[in-house]
């Protein structure tokens, strides 16, 4: 365990989908005392009558999960993760504000672009840190996760000299607990690099209803992949974030092969009716584009499909 200098005692995981729960279990299994908040009623049902499994990279199982509805609890806590959807972010935050003190710090580790924008209209800062998960977690049922692979070092970063510093320190606990993660000073660009990708693939995966691989298998899919990442980047460099394209296409490439057998999470969100986090991906891009005066008709008609499927 990662010597505990800096406040590591009361963690919460707000969320436990995939993502929260795959950072829960690997931290409760690192022997810290973690506890997860869920809105879900069936979920809450399921983890305390089964327990919390993970399986793939590493063999978990949790029998002793703590899990409660938003709202049971008002200590300050030390660290906070929001592992929920980027549009039921603010709700969460909001829900989680006594739990919130001066010394508390909140990670956001949503996909997508102008996240942390959101956490801030209600905490400082200097507490928030801002994450880009790399890895693919699916939740196969209640407390039961899968995460067969990671792709790279997770990756964290602040806005803020404090936070910065409270960053490196959780990514050495997380590498610790077995989630391999870094720190980085300036984490835009990764969250750049990390969005457009997904921008790309998991919009074409959801609409095509098939596994991620399907993308390779077809030139002009592929090719389409490739004009829509090159489009968001345009967006990117306008915004000031510059991107190696080469590498770009490359990680873009790569994660195809690895995840040849993958559903994205926007796919299972249109297969299971759910929203998806297209206002938060596509739609970023094409709201930004409008500041800088940049036409993104890809994304635009990406947008609208989704949005169609998800009216379905």
Not at 254 to 268: D, I, P, V, Y
Request: positive net charge; charged residues 20%.
């Amino acid at each position: 365990m990662f010597k505990n200098t800096i406040g590591f005692d009361k963690i919460c995981i707000v969320g436990m989908g995939a993502i929260g729960s795959a950072f829960g279990g690997f931290l409760s299994n690192a022997g810290y005392k973690v506890t997860f908040i869920e809105r879900n009623e069936n979920i809450i049902k399921q983890v305390e009558e089964n327990g919390l499994s993970i399986s793939g990279v590493k063999e978990i199982y949790l029998d002793n999960v703590t899990i409660v509805p938003p709202g049971n609890i008002t200590q300050k806590q030390d660290l906070i993760l929001f592992a929920v959807k980027a549009y039921s972010l603010e709700e969460a935050v909001k829900s989680a504000l006594p739990m919130i003190g001066k010394n508390t710090y909140v990670v956001c580790l949503q996909n997508g672009l102008g996240i942390s924008e959101i956490i801030n209209k209600y905490v400082s800062k200097e507490q928030i840190i801002e994450g880009v998960v790399w890895f693919p977690a699916t939740m196969v049922k209640p407390g039961y996760i899968e995460l067969l692979t990671f792709y790279e070092e997770s990756i964290l970063g602040g806005n803020s000299l404090r936070s910065q510093e409270y960053a490196k320190k959780l990514a050495l606990l997380l590498t610790s607990a077995g989630i391999p993660t870094k720190a980085v000073d300036n984490i835009t660009p990764e969250i750049w690099r990390k969005a457009i990708p997904i921008i790309a693939a998991n919009s074409i995966n959801a609409i095509t209803r098939t596994k991620l691989g399907i993308i390779s298998e077809i030139p002009e899919l592929k090719q389409s992949l490739f004009a829509v990442a090159q489009e968001s980047l345009k967006i990117a460099r306008a915004e000031g974030i510059e991107l190696d394209e080469k590498y770009l296409r490359k990680s873009m490439h790569n994660a195809l092969e690895k995840g040849n057998e993958h559903k994205t999470s926007m796919l299972l969100d249109i297969i299971n009716k759910r929203k998806t986090e297209v206002d938060f991906l596509n739609g970023k891009i094409i709201q930004l584009g409008k500041k800088h005066n940049i036409e993104t008709p890809l994304n635009l008609l990406i947008y609208g499909v989704i949005k169609a499927l998800e009216g379905r």
